[in-house]
């Protein structure tokens, strides 16, 4: 369950801004892969060929964002080539920013995104145990890496480069709940990511499952991880306590071993 | 007051370091697990430098654990039905009349505590910290948590029961030494299979 303290401020006036991603009207071209990477001055990574058009094959420190393709076939014959981004989802619901050991390490903006600052990163990998979505990478020197969603272009209220650079507005920026309304209103009735982690910062315009996209389902925080914040963390408080108070009970009450040599008679 | 050798200054020493050690991570772990408790990071120079002990630290915990398990775990397997009986009794640590039955070097309460809390609790830590050093673990994550859950809600058991709730025998584990007749009480087996009257 969402830590409500957490959430508080996310999206307190309904003007959380967010990113509408509509695969079915994605041409896969990539212009936002090579967007992101021209604004957050990351390189092109070399890669092989695997027999996809699908490039590069996974997220990495320098790719903060990427199409994945996908063939799926029709029912009757035929194929569908699906296009869809992978990048952070900036949940509401975080994971990330509620495992991080390093405070100020990822932070939530006021438009609602998760942001990151690597200089106050001490590279445990906390956050990429505790992420749904598989995102969090590390670069060379141990750094988290991530999509930010242009947290340094919506704080001047630009919209993120892969949105602005969308030619066909597969990718749209602007008020999460206007997004939602427009897709629903285009006849999506179930937007990924409306309530999925208390609410996603990226929604989907979904028309078949999103398996078939290559997302989970009912995406949740990973067992390992909500064991320690929902149910370890506190009992901890709990158990130490109890140990300390219970010792000092018993001196109080029952009291010490009491030794000729070591008492205090 | 005759006095008899209970620890040897080896055993002292490296019973301080995984006390320290302990005491190091235990406040680096904490600032890093409640964010709350952050601040305390501040006294090792911040979040960086506090992560480095906090790992380096961990290395030399785990070389003092395993020295301690060479001489402690073959004492502490021992297990036999006057252990069970302590054990039931609680040592008579709530009934004064109880009448509890001879120990030897460890008592019952002070071989399960080390196994399960201690080494058990200990080399789970270490191991699962290791693992978290090498990169995300789902794993690690959880035992690490698990480990720390244990040991940290239990240690102030063992610091009570060897300092007020039994009054000497710190000396134990600073001189090494104790007066025969407190041995005598305490560990009656140990100083009669060791001959020490």
Same mark, same amino acid.
């Given at each position: ?265 | ?53 906090? @790992?380096? &630290?961990?290395?030399?915990? $785990?070389?003092? /654990? ?6 402690? %775990? +073959?004492? =502490? ?27 030897? @070097?460890? &008592?019952?309460?002070?071989? $399960?505590?080390? /196994? ?6 200990? %080399? +789970?830590? =270490? ?71």
């Amino acid at each position: 369950m969402a830590d409500m303290r957490k959430l508080s401020g996310v999206d307190m006036y309904g003007k959380r801004m967010g990113l509408l991603v509509s695969p079915e009207l994605c041409t896969g071209c990539r212009g936002c892969q090579s967007a992101c990477k021209e604004w957050n001055r990351l390189p092109a990574e070399p890669t092989r060929n695997t027999g996809t058009y699908e490039n590069p094959p996974d997220l990495s420190a320098v790719t903060y964002n990427r199409i994945r393709f996908r063939e799926l076939q029709k029912q009757g014959g035929g194929v569908d080539w699906i296009f869809s981004s992978q990048r952070c989802m900036h949940c509401s619901d975080a994971g990330c920013i509620n495992v991080c050991p390093a405070p100020g390490a990822l932070y939530r903006t006021r438009e609602g995104a998760v942001g990151f600052n690597q200089n106050k990163c001490i590279g445990c990998g906390f956050c990429r145990t505790a992420c749904p979505f598989d995102i969090p990478r590390y670069n060379a020197g141990g750094k988290i890496s991530k999509c930010h969603m242009c947290e340094d272009r919506i704080a001047y209220s630009m919209a993120p480069l892969c949105a602005k650079t969308c030619p066909t507005g597969a990718i749209r920026y602007g008020e999460r709940n206007a997004l939602i309304r427009e897709a629903k209103a285009a006849g999506y009735s179930n937007v990924y990511g409306e309530r999925e982690l208390a609410g996603l910062g990226v929604v989907f315009a979904f028309s078949r499952k999103p398996e078939e996209y290559e997302y989970d389902a009912a995406p949740d925080i990973p067992p390992s991880v909500s064991f320690w914040t929902s149910l370890l963390k506190p009992l901890t408080v709990v158990g130490v306590t109890a140990t300390v108070a219970g010792s000092a009970l018993h001196y109080l009450t029952v009291g010490p071993k009491d030794d000729e040599e070591g008492g205090d008679k | 007051m005759k006095m008899v050798k209970k620890t040897t200054a080896f055993e002292r020493v490296v019973h301080w370091v995984l006390a320290i050690t302990f005491i190091d991570l235990t406040l680096t772990g904490l600032a890093f697990a409640y964010t709350s408790l952050n601040w305390i990071n501040n006294l090792y120079g911040g979040n960086h430098y506090a992560s480095a002990c906090h @790992k380096w &630290n961990g290395v030399l915990f $785990l070389v003092a /654990l395993l020295i301690s398990a060479s001489y402690y %775990l +073959g004492e =502490s397997l021992r297990f036999g039905p006057e252990e069970k009986e302590w054990l039931s009794k609680l040592g008579g640590y709530l009934d004064k009349k109880a009448v509890i039955p001879p120990q030897g @070097k460890m &008592n019952a309460g002070q071989k $399960l505590f080390y /196994l399960i809390f201690v080494l058990l609790s200990g %080399l +789970g830590i =270490s191991v699962s910290g290791f693992m978290l050093w090498a990169g995300s673990s789902s794993v690690g994550y959880f035992l690490h948590n698990l480990a720390f859950f244990l040991m940290f809600s239990f240690m102030p058991l063992h610091i009570y029961l060897a300092t007020a709730a039994n009054p000497g025998v710190f000396r134990v584990m600073t001189r090494g030494t104790v007066p025969l007749e407190f041995a005598k009480k305490h560990y009656p087996k140990w100083v009669k299979e060791e001959g020490l009257e």
